[in-house]
């Protein structure tokens, strides 16, 4: 089966700092690839960064950075220097190479204090 | 280019009233989705089609039909909708075969039935 956990509902941190999201999955899959999305208020989807699961070095795409534990099935969102407009649900997505299907965790609502 | 759209924004039914969601894209992608989100519940997928031609079920088809009309339009029918379909409805499109084919999302639409 395959399936994404996201443990935290809700997470707050001090503007400038970084933060970390956690995502953790379960595939039989022996390939897949993995997605952070962000949902602001207003109610689109973002796509943020993706990491597969053979690739070497960890995803990095400006202030985001995908901290990849292969072993541990876990995928991290870590967001540097935290500004307000990161303010907003994130969410983490699996596609087993070999389905057409995305799996998506429950979500982590992020809260930057300034 | 518009990406991918989704008529229409808001929608109001009564119980056992159908309608039809209407997505299209133009980024020529093989994959299309039509998810819901729920408070607290993430995406959820209803159908996919993996392919012009091609649809099968996700996670929660019940209640629901698509049509894969052309490559570009991917319709999701509500036959008798029910208070239990209140939901926001996600269209999102993918391409297949390069990575990191992440998915692009329609805007939503914010469905209510009383």
New interface residues.
Partial sequence: AQKIT?TQ?GMFVQEKEAVTLDCTYDTSDPSY?L?W?KQPSS???I?LI?Q?SYDQQNATEGRYSLNFQKARKSANLVISASQLGDSAMY?C?M?PSLS???Y????TSLTVIP | NAGVTQTPKFQVLKTGQSMTLQCAQDMNHNSMYWYRQDPGMGLRLIYYSASEGTTDKGEVPNGYNVSRLNKREFSLRLESAAPSQTSVYFCASSARDTTPYEQYFGPGTRLTVT
């Fill in positions: 996201q509902p690839g997605f999305y109610g689109e989807m796509f993706y597969g969410f997505a596609r057409n299907q995305f998506f965790g429950t979500g």
